[in-house]
T-cell receptor
């Protein structure tokens, strides 16, 4: 079984400031890791994912996350946020084994970008 | 583009009613999922299906059932709606077990 802890439920940050959204996971097996974003009144969209290879993964809109196996973390960072980044962000984990269908989500972090 | 559609964005029902939530995907995905999303609890998996007529319970299946008669359609059924089933319901689909899940816009269900 897996579990995901997002340490901050809400993160306010000023526009153009850097931000880090923290995610830690627990699992007895190897995992894939994901960050999803949910804009107001919309469904979830995949922001980025770690499956294998380089531990640093990037999205097209400037976010990046680093898989740290020893610390079981997958924190999301952006060096300079925009108003349009205001959304709720969910970290998720899934086992790598065949038949591992289930994504386990964290409780979400609401990012509010202040003008 | 993958498209996952849900039959209603907002739904209001009364306690005891039978409720159907429909989800359709247009990319021939094998796997489909139903989640509920509640503030402070994140997303919790209710049921998923990896093939037509196949289903598996998720973390919170109590009070729900599902139906998948065709590959593109996955229905969530509340046999007798209760107020504690007031929530946002999200449907998702994926091509294979290791693939990305694509989400629909959600149905906000209120049970009075």
């Amino acid at each position: 079984a897996q579990s995901v802890t997002q340490l901050d439920s809400q993160v306010p940050v000023f526009e153009e400031a850097p931000v880090e959204l923290r995610c830690n996971y627990s699992s007895s097996v190897s995992v894939y890791l994901f960050w999803y974003v949910q804009y107001p009144n919309q469904g979830l969209q995949l922001l980025l994912k770690y499956l294998s290879g380089s531990t640093l993964v990037e999205s097209i809109n400037g976010f990046e996350a680093e898989f740290n196996k020893s610390q079981t973390s997958f924190h999301l960072r952006k060096p300079s946020v925009h108003i349009s980044d205001t959304a709720e962000y969910f970290c998720a984990v899934r086992g790598t084994g065949a038949g591992s269908y289930q994504l386990t989500f964290g409780k979400g972090t609401k990012l509010s970008v202040i003008p | 583009d993958v498209k996952v559609t849900q039959s209603s964005r907002y739904l209001v029902k009364r306690t005891g009613e039978k409720v159907f939530l429909e989800c359709v995907q247009d990319m021939d995905h094998e796997n489909m999922f139903w989640y509920r999303q509640d503030p402070g609890l994140g997303l919790r998996l209710i049921y998923f299906s990896y093939d037509v007529k196949m289903k598996e319970k998720g973390d919170i299946p109590e009070g729900y059932s599902v139906s998948r008669e065709k590959k593109e359609r996955f229905s969530l059924i509340l046999e007798s709606a209760s107020t504690n089933q007031t929530s946002m319901y999200l449907c998702a689909s994926s091509l294979g077990w290791g693939a990305e899940q694509f989400f629909g816009p959600g149905t906000r269900l209120t049970v009075l």
